[in-house]
């Protein structure tokens, strides 16, 4: 019997439609990763299907319940209590 893994991926990722969406703001946005982000990038179509192939895998074989964020760290600057 194989055991259940329940796992979900949340994913931020730079698609055609999100180009198009930021056309004329590139530099904003690029000053905005750099400054903000934790990793200074937009995730990619691939980094996210890394994350899925990573939880498919053995070596996720002691993962379950878990909502994986791939977003490059905005999830983890945006959604943090800030101390002043």
């Keep these: 019997m194989v055991d259940p893994h329940v796992n979900t ?8 439609a ?6 004329g703001e590139r530099r904003a946005l690029e000053r905005y ?3 903000e982000i934790p990793l200074p990038k937009i995730a990619d179509p691939s980094d996210i299907a890394s994350a899925v192939a990573f939880l498919a895998s053995v070596d996720a074989a ?4 878990v909502a994986l964020p791939v977003d490059c760290g905005i999830s983890a ?3 943090q ?3 002043d």
């Design 9 to 16: 991926v949340i994913p931020s990722v730079r698609t055609p």
């Design 62 to 65: 002691a993962i379950t319940g």
């Design 77 to 79: 600057v945006l959604y």
């Design 33 to 35: 990763a750099s400054c």
């Design 18 to 23: 999100f180009e198009h969406c930021l056309e």
């Design 81 to 83: 209590p800030r101390v």
